[in-house]
């Protein structure tokens, strides 16, 4: 790579300009006389979920709690979400950890709550052949009201994750890519996880893990995603479909500290 190549890298990651709701950010605005906390995703179909770029993690290896600036496709600010996890399990067991995904609005008003409990045994595709090893998030939206989740399902080979309804009905499939590529080395890998009816057939979506760059990926953790879901979806199952592209994100791709 040469030097431009090098320094429009760091730019970009030195550069972060993801910005919590207090600062400057040009944020999307809400459709208007709809009140209700979803109502920004009635109109997208596809979400990039653009996780902030630690200094603590680049400079000193040790994982920080993460950052995410969620935008839609016109590059507006639609979320910001944050973590709340226990500093020794980031460290220790960072893809199995016990952790709060709060997404607030511009407002900085919480809308989606996305959380996961502490599971030692879980991880492999194998594992989550026995529900107490599987990974699951539930959501809640707003915060106190349950609407859905995410189960990782029994597999011999892929990461696939079942979306589910509030009755606890199947409504996706997830099914990963043969192979889950991380790091500096991984441009090549396509790294998509796509998204099926519950009958596994008809592909609907699908959530995609970016290539952020090679300074970005071997000095950090910070990735990048997109989701495609269907327009007309309820936006409720939005909601549990961004609380997918999340779990993927700590099941798969963090990392301990680096040494």
């Known amino acids: 790579m040469n030097r431009t190549g090098v ?10 300009n993801i910005m919590n709701p207090q600062q400057q950010q040009k944020w999307m605005d809400k459709p208007g ?5 979803l109502a920004h995703l009635k109109s997208l179909n596809s979400l990039l979920a653009k996780e902030v770029v630690s200094l603590t993690d680049m400079m000193l290896g040790i994982p920080a709690q993460e950052k995410f600036g969620i935008f839609n496709d016109r590059g507006e600010q639609v979320y910001y979400a944050f973590e709340d ?14 952790f709060t995904l709060h997404i607030v609005d511009s407002s900085n008003t919480e809308v989606i709550r ?31 009201t349950f609407v859905g989740s995410v189960a990782q399902e029994c597999s011999g080979w892929r990461m696939n994750y079942a979306i589910k309804d509030i009755s ?23 790294n998509k996880f796509t998204l099926y009816s519950a009958d596994g057939v008809h592909e609907v979506g699908a959530i995609h893990k970016k290539y952020r760059g090679y300074l970005v990926e071997a000095m950090t953790n910070a990735d990048n995603f997109t ?3 269907p327009l ?3 936006v409720r199952m939005k909601a549990v479909a961004l609380g997918a592209l999340f779990l993927i994100d700590f099941s798969n791709y963090v990392r301990g500290q680096r040494r």
């Open 232 to 234: 007309d979806l309820d």
């Open 168 to 190: 606890g009905q199947e409504v996706f499939k997830i099914v990963g890519p043969g192979c889950v590529c991380d790091g500096p080395y991984a441009c090549c890998c396509e």
């Open 33 to 37: 006389g709809d009140q209700s906390p």
């Open 85 to 98: 996890s226990d500093f020794c399990e980031r460290i220790y067991c960072p893809k199995t950890r016990k």
């Open 227 to 229: 989701i495609q879901f």
């Open 114 to 144: 996305v959380h996961r409990d502490f599971k030692c045994c879980s991880g492999c595709c194998w594992c989550a052949c026995c529900e107490a090893c599987s990974q699951e998030v539930t959501v809640e939206s707003p915060p106190g």
């Open 7 to 16: 320094m429009m890298q760091a730019n970009n990651m030195l550069g972060n």
